[in-house]
């Protein structure tokens, strides 16, 4: 049975249409039973330290399940005890979910609740403080959102695949989509808009577009060198998708949290800050752009090398025209092991996604501009009537390259890649 989702419209576009709700309500999808953990091939659960393990994205289980029937078995186990499973983060429940004596292999259904990001915590307590091996299956999922109480007819029933990066290509199925739609990622109303590459009534195919400043990625602590200095590392987090049917009653379906955004994986520590000031300009990045000079603290733009890392130099990107998606290679030398692409300005431009680095090469996907970016525009005349309008044309965007180790040093190449419009259509007055 589809997920039903909800619709919400614009009050300044329509009144009547899409303007309550319901309650959320969560239907049940039945699944091949497949197995989402299987402790026996790793550590098995030990007395007491808490576990968490993933289940959404896997097995076919979305982003957007908030309960999975399941059939766990443990296996093993040293002595007698139980195991308790519950929705990640949450206090921990008085009640276990399944029991067992000592070398006894026991199985039991369950129904499963599992938090925002559709993992699960899992805790063993055996009387010899021993351990035992845990297995789950899934055989079904509960999910669902808030649906609309009108006429609208616009429905989500889900996304493939369920997580990825920026630039990556994703399905968006359902029905009743108008001919003109917008996909938007994030808020249904300030989300980031994605570029449409394929469409039809039933499904939708986008680019996944760079999150907008509001949309936060959820972190968590890291040591990347293990000097005892600890930075922060982003992690997948999911993040809703949104279609607006644009002709005829103005109507919206949302899919709460249906698609998991992937960052860098890069653990980002506290700069050291430099032991001397330095003043001197440094010397050309290789592209006409000056190296700028440093101050007690790294700049966008700095003197090197420093700390060992030259500077970042750029020769060329092939091809050097695109659309949003484009895969594009960045040839030059000194890329760092961890490095930043950013389109547009070095520090405030748009984060391209990184498939693969070398020392002398970076293949991106071309993301969507950033928003001070704008297009350049000709006059044109669709249907000769004399009135002119304006078209989009391919305009130049700078491409940028930040070393992440060391210093961070950025080497550009101005406006060398001309970025292709996501339409020419001619808008006449």
């Known amino acids: 049975m589809p997920m039903k989702v909800a619709g919400a419209a614009a009050a300044i576009l329509v009144t009547a249409c899409c303007s309550s709700w319901a309650q959320p309500a969560l239907d049940f999808h039945t699944l091949t039973p497949c197995r989402v953990v299987d402790t026996r091939p790793g550590a098995p659960l030990g007395s007491s330290p808490l ?43 008085s009640t276990s979910t399944i029991n067992f004596s000592s070398g006894m292999t026991r199985a039991n259904n369950a129904l499963l609740a599992l938090d925002d990001f559709g993992r699960i915590s899992a805790k063993a307590f055996l009387a010899d403080s021993g351990s035992v091996q845990l297995i789950i299956d899934v055989t079904g ?31 968006i199925s359902g029905q009743s989509f108008a001919q003109y739609v917008q996909v938007l990622f994030g808020d249904a109303t300030t989300g980031s ?16 577009p760079s999150p907008s400043p509001s949309f936060t990625f959820s972190s968590e602590p890291c040591d990347a060198n293990g000097d005892g200095i600890l930075g922060t590392r982003l992690l997948p987090t999911p993040i809703s998708v949104n279609v607006l049917n644009l002709d005829g009653i103005f109507c919206e379906a949302t899919l709460n949290n249906a698609f998991r955004l992937n960052p860098s994986p890069i653990c980002n520590e ?34 090197c090398p420093i700390d060992g890392m030259p500077l970042p130099l750029i020769s060329g990107i092939t091809p050097s025209s695109g ?46 501009p950033p928003p001070g970016f704008t297009f350049s525009t000709e006059p044109c005349d669709s249907n000769a009537d004399g009135i002119f309008g304006t078209r989009l044309v391919p305009t130049p965007i700078s491409v940028n390259v930040r070393n992440l180790d060391g210093a961070g040093c950025v080497a550009t190449l101005s406006n060398e890649f001309t970025l292709n419009p996501p339409n020419t259509v001619c808008t006449e007055p």
């Open 141 to 171: 999922y509960m999910a669902g959102a808030p649906v609309n109480q009108c006429e609208c007819p616009l429905l989500v029933f889900g996304v493939s695949p369920f997580s990825g990066s920026v630039g990556q290509s994703m399905t």
């Open 270 to 303: 506290p700069a050291a800050q430099p032991s001397a000031s330095v003043d001197t300009a440094g010397p050309s990045n290789g592209s006409g752009t000056a190296a700028g000079s440093m101050a007690g603290v790294p700049a966008p733009q700095c003197q």
């Open 51 to 93: 576990r968490i393990f993933p289940i959404a994205g896997v097995c076919s289980v979305p982003y957007t399940a908030r309960v999975v029937s399941a059939n766990l078995t443990v296996v093993g186990p040293t002595g007698s005890g139980f195991v308790t499973l519950w929705p990640a983060g949450l206090p921990e429940p």
């Open 193 to 208: 808009s994605a570029m449409i590459l394929a469409y039809s009534s039933t499904s939708i195919t986008v680019v996944v």
């Open 323 to 368: 659309n949003l998606g484009t895969p594009v290679t960045i040839s030059g030398q000194s890329f760092a092991p961890h490095v930043q692409v950013m389109f547009g300005d070095a520090t405030n431009g748009s984060p391209a996604s990184i498939s693969s680095s070398s020392s002398t090469s970076i293949t991106a996907m071309v993301p969507q």
